[in-house]
């Protein structure tokens, strides 16, 4: 355990841990042009088409939780990377499909490839991504995931315990 972080809070872990996987991503897929949250839109994207979505950008933000102002400007730059494609959706003139290129193909694959080496090395400590260590940390990220967070609400709650 890092000095320090059995006094931690959940959250600053949380943060600690997700801040030292961007870094990681980041540098890994740096090499291939790419960036972290570039890298989460094309995998996305990737294992999107493999089942024969080609979904929005609005979709693709939602999978993602990205913001959809940020998806456009990142697919954008995949494009004129030459990455992605950027096409009207014929059922809806306001949105925006998107696919990748056949070299965006190529290199999601191999970028695929070098995140999960990473994986490999972060879940070492838990018995490796098959072992069932990680398999309940996988759930209990999901379950994290899934809870909501709404910080107007916390404004009622504050003012109850206030004297």
Same mark, same amino acid.
């Given at each position: 355990?890092?000095?320090?972080? /059995?006094?931690?809070?959940?959250?600053?872990?949380?943060?600690?841990?997700?801040?030292?996987?961007?870094?990681?991503?980041?540098?890994?897929?740096?090499?291939?042009?790419?960036?972290?949250?570039?890298?989460?839109?094309?995998?996305?994207?990737?294992?999107?088409?493999?089942?024969? /979505?080609?979904?929005?950008?609005?979709?693709?933000?939602?999978?993602?939780?990205?913001?959809?102002?940020?998806?456009?400007?990142? @697919?954008?730059?995949?494009? @004129?990377?030459?990455?992605?494609?950027?096409?009207?959706?014929?059922?809806?003139?306001?949105?925006?499909?998107?696919?990748?290129?056949?070299?965006?193909?190529?290199?999601?694959?191999?970028?695929?490839?070098?995140?999960?080496?990473?994986?490999?090395?972060?879940?070492?400590?838990?018995?490796?991504?098959?072992?069932?260590?990680?398999?309940?940390?996988?759930?209990?990220?999901?379950?994290?995931?899934?809870?909501?967070?709404?910080?107007?609400?916390?404004?009622?709650?504050?003012?109850?315990?206030?004297?």
């Amino acid at each position: 355990m890092s000095r320090g972080s /059995e006094k931690a809070t959940p959250g600053f872990l949380v943060w600690r841990l997700s801040m030292k996987w961007r870094v990681a991503v980041d540098r890994a897929v740096a090499p291939l042009g790419l960036t972290h949250a570039q890298y989460s839109l094309v995998a996305s994207l990737y294992g999107m088409q493999r089942t024969g /979505e080609r979904p929005s950008q609005r979709r693709l933000a939602d999978h993602t939780g990205l913001e959809p102002l940020y998806v456009s400007k990142l @697919a954008r730059a995949l494009e @004129a990377a030459g990455l992605l494609e950027r096409a009207r959706d014929p059922r809806d003139p306001r949105a925006v499909q998107l696919a990748l290129t056949e070299r965006g193909h190529e290199v999601t694959g191999r970028a695929i490839e070098v995140v999960q080496g990473l994986l490999q090395q972060l879940l070492a400590p838990l018995g490796g991504p098959d072992g069932p260590r990680a398999r309940e940390f996988t759930r209990d990220l999901a379950t994290l995931l899934d809870a909501p967070l709404d910080p107007s609400a916390m404004d009622g709650e504050s003012d109850k315990e206030q004297p």
